[in-house]
């Protein structure tokens, strides 16, 4: 420095990683969370709307068909078997004489299938002749047919089994077909759209709202402010980081309540596994957001990216509506990418078997990888400067 | 002021000192040079500002030297601390204030300057006490409690700059403090930025407003990415010592005094003044001919003191020709009404915060009228419900005789409208932008396609016509903007903040045009914060708190404002008095 240059006053350095700056951001960004409606909504309200809409409307049982029945017989074994028909809490039967009664219920959709009980059928069975119950489904909705074909054979069985021996019972039952679920004995599919719907949420929260909120600092002028003072990008980055992994280890817990107080969705396993998963999955979540914010500094691009490679992937690639066993193999492939892969297959594990760790650990270890990553090419991008 | 503001000891950074020093220091963007290379050195003590229109460079240059952005060559160095190599030392020292206050708008004033104060590691005792002075100094004290985003503009600014001072900086770095800032919190300003100097701090002020210029110590004039002075502003001003004059005396026909005084080769540059012209003659040249001219149109020359805007435009290259192409295209405006624009109690509210409270004020045919207040005044809803954009809760409101309420469509029909920053679509051609524009006033077939070819012609828009508008040099893309709302020849013409943030040299070719039309006869309505662009207007109206608190020609409220101290006050002068009286008038009626 030459003569002419003042002497500047000494300053004490400046800590590379400071508590108490971390303090200040942590504080700012929950009174921010607080305050804002919309980081409520996503975390607490979105769920809980989410939870139901998933486990009701998504819902992949049927329940209640309506099926047309054409009972051309006058016979006691055939009034039997209607009445098994129509006493089935599964259907909602349209009695009728003739076909034709129901077929145009079956064009117009008003019908998902009919069953015939043909002429003659008590006195073919009176004579040991076979008999033919005729189903007829409406193949434009397969899952629906599959179900109305399996159930009205189960009641048919049903039905035969009741038939006094001698009478063309036997017939039916040569062999019995008994088949049994394990993990969730009444088929019923909310017990695997619980997790999902979780995985879904999560995915909002660590990936959708961090991208917003680090984008709104962009768009509003706070980054730069804050960048300007010595505060770190490790004090940056923790002081984003904690409070969203908080807010979403609060909201799985809320889902988790909620689905079983509200939907009748136990745990099978403990709470321990289902946060200890919650947590690790909220490493690739959180990175996520943090990667996409530092990319795109703005609220509507950041909000598109996060959609696109977050919330779709969690939904259509993770194994939660479509399974993963039967997607192409390339498709198969990408999946291994995406963390709610691992994160909805371990929650259907806690949810429906218990606590497998060994079949959990491999998981956690996936998704801390996957966060591992996000972390450190976040690390690499993030500079403490604003340039593009 | 009992304990400093800033560095505790004056000691610690000698006034006269160089508190920045810049050698070769240049930035470039992918291919874009933001910042040519360049030498200069900041002192400490003393209020520098940088000073250029929008685009030319200042925010750059504050964020290199807040080391928020990496110098593509040479070095900068803050208080000793090299930009580049020590950045974190660097951000210590200053404080830096970016253009859109840096504040978190959902906290409080107090939990805005906790943020901060934890930020820069105050703690204890120095935070209470930092607090207790900074509150003191920016009269935030009763607003502590209040969210940062419910601040009027003056006090956001206030508050960052109260964030910024945290630093106990020895440099402080303003990006633009003064826009959106009403003229009494801009005074507040300035009296704190004055305090901060006399503690031995070195302030960079940046501005687009050449007449903030002549309020700093030390000025560096940036254009285009380059330092076109670096100096006291006098000693640039003074370079035009002798060479500007005023035109006064004959009112009537100001514009076509000054579009013949532009075109004379001995004049540099002019502007309309009120009811006269004040011209700046080239260098060496005499006033010989602009005696002749003033003769011609019986008004009378005097010498006027030379201008820092003066300089600025004789450093660019002087001012554009006083004909416009445009304008002499046009025929005369034929309108059967004499009260173009008439508004009467119209008043507008939101929720329970009346945003225009009873505005009545009428238009002559061939008027410039001015709309000028602070951002947040009630100009642009005002403006908006003119122009069809919204309904008044109460009054009425009538364009070329159009009752906006009962025939919105005809009145918009008779009325151009040019929104703030253009409002052109940048994902359209500058072809196609134009096809739209004439699309949307009902311009079809033969006449439309003349229309275009006669608006590309003259604004010489030929060469970019397949460019996107936001690819275009400011000046065109200006002359753009101004061919899409004169397309469908309106008798009327709306502009809202026409020339914010522009150059001068662009703006003069702006006042141009307008003038030009006027000629013609058409009316305008002109908002503005400008308050030097009032001077082109017919009639002011003076909003502030929603109202209009003044109503008259330029000249007029500048007398109205006169005192034994400031007997020939400037605009700003002006309406900081009447604003101060209309502040009084609130709490007589109060009490």
Redesign the interface.
């Given at each position: 420095?030459s003569d002419?240059?003042?002497?500047?006053?000494r300053?004490p350095r400046?800590p590379r990683f400071?508590p108490?700056?971390l303090?200040?951001?942590l504080?700012?960004e929950s009174?921010?969370i607080v305050?804002?409606p919309s980081a409520i909504l996503i975390a607490f309200v979105l769920p809980v709307v989410l939870l139901f809409l998933f486990t009701f409307a998504v819902s992949l049982d049927v329940s209640r068909v309506r099926l047309g029945l054409v009972v051309e017989d006058d016979g006691p074994q055939a009034a039997e078997l209607a009445a098994a028909f129509a006493g089935n809490r599964y259907f909602d039967v349209r009695p009728a004489r003739h076909r034709r009664e129901v077929e145009d219920g079956l064009t117009d959709g008003s019908l998902r299938g009919m069953v015939v009980i043909p002429q003659e059928l008590d006195r073919r069975l009176a004579s040991g002749l076979p008999v033919q119950v005729q189903v007829v489904t409406d193949g434009s909705q397969p899952n629906t047919a599959n179900f109305v074909n399996g159930y009205a054979g189960g009641v048919v069985a049903n039905w035969a089994a009741g038939l006094p021996a001698g009478r063309g019972g036997a017939a039916f039952r040569p062999i019995t077909l008994r088949p049994r679920y394990w993990y969730n004995p009444e088929i019923e599919s909310r017990r695997f759209l619980v997790p999902g719907a979780i995985a879904i949420v999560m995915t909002m929260i660590g990936t959708l709202l961090t991208a917003l909120v680090v984008a709104r600092e962009w768009e509003?002028?706070?980054m730069?402010?804050?960048?300007?003072?010595?505060?770190?990008v490790a004090e940056i980055l923790v002081g984003k980081i904690a409070p969203y992994f908080v807010l979403g280890l609060l909201a799985t817990l809320g889902c988790a309540v909620a689905s079983e107080t509200l939907l009748g969705v136990p745990i099978a396993g403990s709470w321990l596994a289902l946060m200890s998963l919650a947590s690790a999955f909220l490493v690739p979540a959180l990175g996520q957001g943090l990667l996409i914010s530092t990319l795109a500094r703005n609220q509507f691009v950041a909000s598109q990216i996060a959609i696109f490679t977050g919330f779709l992937p969690s939904l259509l690639l993770s194994g939660f509506l479509f399974e993963i066993d039967s997607m192409p193999i390339w498709l198969r492939a990408l999946t291994h990418v995406v963390p709610a892969r691992y994160f909805v297959s371990s929650l259907q594990t806690v949810y429906l078997a218990g606590d497998v760790w060994g079949a959990l650990l491999p998981n956690i270890g996936a998704m801390l990888a996957l966060g591992g990553v996000f972390l450190a090419v976040i690390a690499a991008k993030t500079r403490?400067?604003?340039?593009? | 002021m009992a304990q400093p503001i800033g560095?505790?000891?004056v000691?610690?950074?000698?006034i006269g000192?160089?508190?920045v020093?810049i050698r070769g220091l240049a930035k470039r963007?992918d291919t874009d040079e933001a910042l040519a290379p360049f030498d200069a050195d900041i002192a400490?003590g003393r209020l520098t500002g940088l000073v250029g229109p929008d685009g030319a460079g200042k925010t750059t240059l504050l964020?290199l030297l807040?080391?928020?952005?990496?110098p593509t060559a040479g070095t900068a160095r803050v208080?000793?601390h090299d930009v580049a190599a020590e950045?974190?030392?660097v951000?210590?020292?200053?404080g830096?204030?970016?253009?859109?206050?840096?504040?978190?708008?959902?906290?409080s004033v107090l939990?805005n300057l906790?943020?901060?104060?934890?930020?820069?590691?105050l703690?204890g005792k120095e935070l209470t006490e930092t607090f207790e002075r900074l509150l003191r100094f920016t009269r935030l004290e009763p607003f502590t409690g209040r969210l940062a985003g419910r601040l009027s503009g003056g006090m956001k600014q206030k508050l960052?700059l109260a964030?910024a001072l945290m630093?106990r900086p020895?440099v402080l770095l303003l990006d633009e403090p003064s826009v959106g800032v009403d003229p009494v919190s801009r005074q507040d300003l300035w009296r704190m930025v004055d305090e901060l100097t006399g503690e031995g701090m070195a302030v960079l002020w940046s501005t687009a407003y050449l007449d903030e210029a002549e309020r700093c110590d030390t000025v560096l004039l940036l254009n285009d990415g380059r330092v076109e002075y670096h100096g006291p502003p006098a000693e640039l001003t003074q370079r035009l010592a002798g060479r500007s004059f005023r035109l006064t005396g004959e009112a009537e026909d100001r514009r076509r005094l000054l579009a013949e005084a532009l075109d004379l080769p001995t004049v540099r540059d002019g502007v309309i003044q009120g009811a006269s012209v004040r011209v700046v003659l080239t260098e060496g040249s005499d006033r010989a001919s602009v005696d002749e001219l003033a003769h011609g149109h019986g008004s009378v020359v005097e010498p006027a003191e030379a201008r820092f805007e003066d300089a600025f435009v004789d450093l660019l290259g002087g001012g554009p020709g006083g004909h416009s192409a445009i304008a002499e295209k046009m025929e005369a405006v034929t309108l059967d009404a004499e009260m173009v624009v008439e508004c009467r109690h119209l008043t507008k509210r939101f929720g329970d915060f009346t945003a225009t409270d009873d505005a009545t004020f009428q238009v002559r045919k061939g008027e410039i009228f001015g709309l000028l207040g602070p951002n947040g005044a009630g100009k642009s809803t005002t403006f908006k419900m003119l122009c069809g954009l919204l309904r008044p809760t109460a009054g009425e409101a009538l364009v070329a005789g159009h009752d906006l309420r009962h025939a919105p469509g005809q009145a918009k029909l008779q009325l151009g409208y040019m929104a703030q920053k253009f409002s052109l679509y940048g994902l359209l051609s500058v072809r196609q932008n134009l096809e739209f524009f004439s699309g949307v006033y009902g311009l079809e077939g033969g006449l439309r396609k003349r229309r275009i070819r006669e608006m590309v012609e003259t604004f010489e828009l030929g060469r970019f016509l397949d460019a996107s508008p936001d690819l275009l040099p400011l000046g065109f893309k200006q002359r753009l903007a101004l061919a899409c709302s004169l397309m469908h020849r309106p008798p009327v013409l709306f502009l809202d903040e026409p020339t914010s943030g522009v150059d001068p040299l662009t703006r003069r070719e702006f006042w141009t045009h307008i003038n030009g039309l006027v000629r013609k006869g058409v009316t305008v309505l002109v908002t503005t914060h400008f308050m030097d662009e009032a001077e082109y207007c017919d009639r002011v109206a003076l909003m502030y708190r929603s109202r209009i608190i003044a109503l008259d020609a330029p000249d007029a409220l500048k007398a109205s404002a006169a005192s034994a101290e400031t007997p020939d006050p400037t605009m700003e002068e002006a309406f900081i008095a009447l604003v101060e009286a209309a502040d009084r008038r609130v709490g007589e009626e109060a009490a």
């Open positions: 420095m002419t240059s003042p002497q500047h006053r300053r400046s400071d108490r700056r303090a200040g951001l504080r700012k009174l921010q305050r804002d509003r002028g706070t730069e402010a804050v960048l300007s003072t010595p505060t770190g403490k400067t604003l340039e593009p | 560095s505790p000891t000691g610690g950074n000698a000192g160089n508190a020093e963007f400490a964020r807040a080391a928020l952005l990496k208080a000793g950045p974190t030392q951000r210590l020292v200053t830096y204030m970016p253009q859109r206050f840096g504040l978190y708008e959902d906290l939990e906790r943020l901060y104060a934890r930020l820069r590691g703690r960052g964030c630093a020895e």
